[in-house]
């Protein structure tokens, strides 16, 4: 049974730093797929925050641009979200999430982020 579970959130003041985790269990191919990490705020949509190919490739969406950082860590089935100068809009429960198109999309029970300003 594939598990994804998030750890690493918490409460931070605003331009503080948070690294986020997301260790896969249950199948050994999360490598070749791309990895995505969402986030959902109080009384918005879900929306997608950065995404990593199996070849190490980047996307970022533009409110984050350039204070996130995703990476990956294949032999240990491990994706990361390093989240620099924080701001109060980055408050939200944050989501890894691994789509394997006709084989499922697989999420985890999220983990809250807040930010104080």
């Known amino acids: 049974q594939v598990q994804l579970v998030e750890s690493g959130g918490g409460l931070v003041q605003a331009g503080g730093s948070l690294r986020l985790s997301c260790a896969i269990s249950?199948?050994?191919?999360?490598?070749?797929?791309?990895m995505k990490w969402h986030r959902e705020a109080p009384g918005k949509q879900r929306e997608l925050v950065a995404s990593?190919?199996?070849?190490?490739?980047?996307n970022y969406a533009d409110s984050v641009k350039g204070r996130f950082t995703i990476s990956r860590d294949n032999a240990k089935n491990t994706m990361f979200l390093q989240m620099n100068s924080l701001k109060s809009e980055d408050t939200a429960v944050y989501y890894c999430?691994?789509?394997?198109?006709?084989?499922?999309?697989?999420w985890g029970q999220g983990t809250q982020v807040t930010v104080s300003s």
């Open positions: 249950g199948s050994g191919f999360a490598s070749i797929y791309t």
């Open positions: 999430n691994w789509p394997r198109g006709v084989l499922g999309n697989y």
């Open positions: 990593i190919t199996s070849d190490g490739r980047t």
